[in-house]
């Protein structure tokens, strides 16, 4: 069986000491995998991706990529250390162009790796490339969404990290995003994704994990997690698979 890329240990978090939204969660994200977390408006699942890549304090817990301890690493030092991470909202420089977007991003990579990396990243998003002028304030919230991936792969992540990656799109697009996304994952790199749109996320990934006043309430196959009826109408506001009672 694969390794651990991501280990999740006990965590707590929050925004104010002594008030954990994050409640002693422990989950682990295997080499390769899609993993979601789904769970009602509340239930704490950005809180939780944000204090695994360094933008909530920690209370107690640990977190460990690959192995090594990070609890403690700034969201700047992950970035390095191996830890992509596409926030919901501000996640691309509006009035930079595309391409200036992905040379800043490649900032954090040695000179003579940057101009390469860019061209990766312009092969992987062909819509990108054909366009690489245009600031990216007029992109498609699809295509912005796009380049926000785009930005965080610079670094070649071991895992890729999405809060929201759907948030605000048409079907259409959600399609377009989670298909990119499946893209991904076949060049090797694991996903662990926050999302809203359970009929998607799950269609997508591997394993889901639902999340419920800030524990883990159920985990499992996301085919399995699709098709029960209790968890499809309680905790992911879905009506019953076709089939069940």
Not at 28 to 45: F, S
Not at 153 to 170: F, K, V
Not at 214 to 236: F, N, Q, W
Request: no cysteine; aromatic share 4%.
């Amino acid at each position: 069986m694969s390794q651990a890329i991501l280990a999740i240990d006990g965590l707590e978090a929050g925004y104010e000491p002594g008030s954990a939204i994050v409640r002693g969660i422990s989950l682990e994200v295997k080499a390769g995998e899609i993993v979601t977390i789904l769970g009602p408006n509340g239930a704490g699942k950005s809180t939780l991706i944000k204090a695994i890549a360094g933008l909530v304090p920690k209370f107690s817990g640990s977190v460990a990529l690959d192995g090594e301890d990070i609890t403690g690493s700034p969201a700047h030092v992950l970035a390095r250390q191996g830890l992509g991470f596409v926030p919901q909202t501000e996640n691309v420089f509006t009035s930079m162009s595309i391409a200036d977007n992905l040379r800043l991003a490649a900032d954090i990579l040695p000179k003579r790796e940057r101009a390469a990396k860019i061209d990766q990243m312009f092969a992987l998003f062909p819509d990108l490339a054909r366009q690489r002028q245009l600031a990216a304030g007029r992109l498609s919230g699809g295509q912005r969404q796009m380049l926000a991936v785009a930005r965080a792969l610079i670094a070649s992540p071991r895992i890729l990290m999405l809060d929201e990656a759907s948030a605000g799109l048409s079907p259409k697009l959600v399609g377009q995003v989670f298909a990119k996304l499946a893209e991904i994952r076949h060049t090797g790199i694991t996903i662990l994704m926050v999302e809203q749109n359970a009929r998607a996320a799950l269609a997508l990934a591997d394993r889901a994990i639902i999340l419920v006043e800030g524990k883990a309430a159920h985990e499992g196959k996301a085919a399995d997690i699709a098709s029960d009826p209790v968890i499809r109408e309680l905790y992911l506001g879905l009506a019953p698979a076709k089939g069940t009672a």
